[in-house]
């Protein structure tokens, strides 16, 4: 999906968390098409998804724990599951099947042009993107330097197109009502980009209406999902804090020294819509 359009008073949230309307899938990470292949028992060792996020090192480890916690929502009877089984009813293990990429190079800093520093429009760098209806065992690449994994981000005045400014300050990241780099934002994000491969939701990238859209579906996996989305992080914060090493250390990394000035200004964010964050682009 495009890149979502934030203002700060309201904070959009982009559904695709994505730039563009289809988008390639590497193609050595696909597996088959055969559903009958993707029937995983409930063990590591049936679970080839599970090994190749190890390898991911650090931010493979924390793609590997949201995906754990979407899948013992989805595996539970309850309403947010229920919705996905009534897109799809092998909803557990068509998301177990889908293979995950790291966008390394994917944008970083939140832009603004520079007209619209005084109203506070801004651009977050895009979560994560999948495309729209699409097979077992299908792609979600989540961006290594967006909302999933990071809390903040530099802010960047644009006179155009080509004319990146230097770093003005910094902001914190989100997604939904969720701050970024936490356990709820990144199982939003997985949530989200689901419901683009079962084509739940509209396209929301490569639109003009994207971020608009973008902020509609975040807002639809929301209304379904919310309370099972809190529930499950409290549930995984009783974990012991060995079940996954990489949840300190890259949160201590994704936040520089201009945190307590971010810290001041965070209430700002949700004055409009009290708790409810509109936030950064699924793509």
Same mark, same amino acid.
């Given at each position: 999906?495009?890149?979502?359009?934030? /203002? =700060? *008073? !309201?904070?959009?949230?982009?559904?695709?968390?994505?730039? &563009? %309307?289809?988008?390639?899938?590497?193609?050595? @990470?696909?597996?088959?098409?055969?559903?009958?292949?993707?029937?995983?028992?409930?063990?590591?060792?049936?679970?080839?998804?599970?090994?190749?996020?190890?390898?991911?090192?650090?931010?493979?480890?924390?793609?590997?724990?949201?995906?754990?916690?979407?899948?013992?929502?989805?595996?539970?009877?309850?309403?947010?599951?229920?919705?996905?089984?009534?897109?799809?009813?092998?909803?557990?293990?068509?998301?177990?099947?889908? /293979? =995950? *990429? !790291?966008?390394?190079?994917?944008?970083?800093?939140?832009? &603004? %042009?520079?007209?619209?520093?005084?109203?506070? @429009?801004?651009?977050?760098?895009?979560?994560?993107?999948?495309?729209?209806?699409?097979?077992?065992?299908?792609?979600?690449?989540?961006?290594?330097?967006?909302?999933?994994?990071?809390?903040?981000?530099?802010?960047?005045?644009?006179?155009?197109?080509?004319?990146?400014?230097?770093?003005?300050?910094?902001?914190?990241?989100?997604?939904?009502?969720?701050?970024?780099?936490?356990?709820?934002?990144?199982?939003?994000?997985?949530?989200?980009?689901?419901?683009?491969?079962?084509?739940?939701?509209?396209?929301?990238?490569?639109?003009?209406?994207?971020?608009?859209?973008?902020?509609?579906?975040?807002?639809?996996?929301?209304?379904?999902?919310?309370?099972?989305?809190?529930?499950?992080?409290?549930?995984?914060?009783?974990?012991?804090?060995?079940?996954?090493?990489?949840?300190?250390?890259?949160?201590?990394?994704?936040?520089?020294?201009?945190?307590?000035?971010?810290?001041?200004?965070?209430?700002?964010?949700?004055?409009?819509?009290?708790?409810?964050?509109?936030?950064?682009?699924?793509?």
């Amino acid at each position: 999906m495009i890149p979502a359009l934030w /203002r =700060f *008073s !309201l904070v959009l949230v982009s559904s695709c968390l994505c730039a &563009t %309307l289809v988008f390639s899938q590497s193609p050595a @990470r696909q597996l088959p098409t055969n559903a009958d292949a993707f029937h995983f028992a409930n063990n590591a060792a049936a679970d080839p998804v599970s090994e190749e996020l190890k390898s991911l090192g650090e931010q493979g480890q924390l793609i590997e724990q949201a995906r754990a916690e979407v899948l013992s929502i989805l595996t539970a009877e309850n309403p947010c599951s229920a919705w996905y089984r009534s897109a799809e009813p092998e909803a557990v293990d068509k998301f177990r099947s889908l /293979r =995950f *990429s !790291l966008d390394s190079e994917g944008a970083g800093d939140i832009t &603004t %042009l520079a007209a619209w520093t005084d109203d506070g @429009r801004y651009y977050q760098p895009y979560v994560a993107r999948t495309r729209q209806n699409v097979s077992w065992g299908s792609t979600i690449t989540v961006n290594a330097n967006g909302a999933f994994f990071k809390y903040t981000a530099p802010v960047r005045v644009s006179s155009g197109a080509n004319n990146l400014g230097p770093i003005k300050s910094f902001r914190q990241l989100v997604v939904g009502r969720y701050s970024g780099g936490s356990l709820q934002a990144r199982m939003l994000t997985l949530l989200h980009e689901y419901g683009h491969v079962l084509d739940m939701l509209p396209v929301d990238a490569g639109v003009p209406s994207g971020p608009l859209l973008s902020t509609q579906n975040t807002d639809t996996v929301l209304r379904h999902c919310a309370p099972l989305i809190q529930a499950q992080a409290k549930l995984s914060r009783k974990k012991p804090a060995e079940y996954f090493p990489a949840q300190a250390s890259l949160a201590l990394q994704s936040m520089p020294s201009q945190v307590v000035g971010l810290r001041q200004e965070r209430s700002a964010l949700y004055v409009t819509r009290a708790g409810v964050g509109l936030p950064p682009r699924f793509e």
